[in-house]
């Protein structure tokens, strides 16, 4: 078998799951599993999994990171400005509360909102084209009005981001860096106050 994978152990799971992200196949599985049968399992899918990673190949050919570097700070503070600008056009007329705002790396998502209203931005959207990072704070605000992403919570993202489906798929191009670990980084540290 030619297919190098990684394990996520799951407390909890009673099934194997097989999934590819960013380009890379990632195995969640029960603790009890041996290695040698999960090697089993994945060869077995082998066909879907070198299918899968074609098309994330084809999706991501020719991208790129905009910027090889950039200053951590100043972009955290330009992001942190434009989160407090959107909210008062999208949530604050809500009635609803903006909590902390944070800029740090993540692994696996490029944006979140938690249900106590912080915003988390991740710090590698500073390396990409700058329309996506208001897409990405669009994106978070609006679940400050709907934590779900319902029919109510895309119109209120329409509204406030014409655009968004065409940054939502360019968005979707750039996945395979989340958890990358050869992203360039300067002396600062990943996360930002």
């Known amino acids: ?47 879907w999994i070198e299918r899968a990673i074609r098309k994330h190949e084809k999706l991501t050919a020719g991208i790129r990171l905009a910027h090889d570097e950039f200053d951590h700070r100043e972009f955290a503070s330009m992001a942190k400005a434009m989160v407090k600008d959107r909210y008062s056009t999208i949530a604050a007329p809500c009635g609803v509360r903006l909590g902390k705002i944070s800029v740090k790396k993540m692994r696996s998502r ?8 912080n915003i988390s931005i991740n710090l590698l959207l500073g390396h990409l084209p700058p329309e996506l990072l208001e897409y990405v704070v669009v994106h978070e605000l609006c679940h400050l009005v709907h934590h779900d992403h319902s029919k109510r919570f895309w119109s209120l993202v329409a509204a406030s981001e014409p655009a968004f489906k065409a940054r939502k798929a360019e968005l979707r191009r750039y996945s395979h860096f989340l958890a990358s670990a050869d992203i360039p980084r300067s002396a600062d540290a990943d996360m930002v106050k």
């Open 110 to 117: 490029w944006g979140s909102c938690s249900g106590q209203g």
């Open 1 to 47: 078998m030619n297919i190098s994978y990684i394990i996520k152990p799951a407390k909890w799971s009673r099934r194997v799951r097989i999934a590819v992200s960013g380009g890379r196949v990632i195995v969640t599985a029960p603790m009890r599993i041996s290695k040698e049968h999960l090697d089993r399992i994945v060869a077995s899918h082998e066909a």
